[in-house]
């Protein structure tokens, strides 16, 4: 199995950036396929970005498309958000996870372990 931590969450003004990273330990990483999600308050857990195992595909939710790059440093055994033009709606617990499947998904119940998420609140 693999473990996941989460860093790099903070308070940002709107239109800032952050970047998450997501450091892995114990089973081969590049035995994952890996993905961001992120909740708000009173939702439930939505889909952000997904990344495959070499790094070479990535899908993301509409609501980031063109804002957030998720990237992976197989290397490092650690997973990146970068995270541009931030909005107040972009508030929410960041959460990484790690699936054993052979492709990317959007799912929730298709990722297998998670990180124990980090806080990120966009000021107006």
């Known amino acids: 199995q693999v473990q996941l931590v989460e860093s790099g969450g903070g308070l940002v003004q709107a239109g800032g950036s952050l970047r998450l990273s997501c450091a892995a330990s114990?089973?081969?990483?590049?035995?994952?396929?890996m993905g961001w999600f992120r909740q708000a308050p009173g939702k439930e857990r939505e889909f952000v970005a997904a990344?495959?195992?070499?790094?070479?595909?990535?899908n993301y939710a509409d609501s980031v498309k063109g804002r957030f790059t998720i990237s992976r440093d197989n290397a490092k055994n650690t997973l990146y958000l970068q995270m541009n033009n931030l909005k107040p709606e972009d508030t929410a617990v960041y959460y990484c996870?790690?699936?054993?499947?052979?492709?990317?998904?959007?799912?929730?119940?298709?990722?297998?372990?998670w990180g124990q998420g980090t806080q990120v609140t966009v000021s107006s």
């Open positions: 996870a790690a699936s054993q499947r052979l492709r990317r998904s959007t799912a929730r119940s298709d990722y297998d372990y």
């Open positions: 114990g089973r081969t990483f590049t035995s994952y396929v």
């Open positions: 990344i495959s195992r070499s790094g070479a595909a990535t």
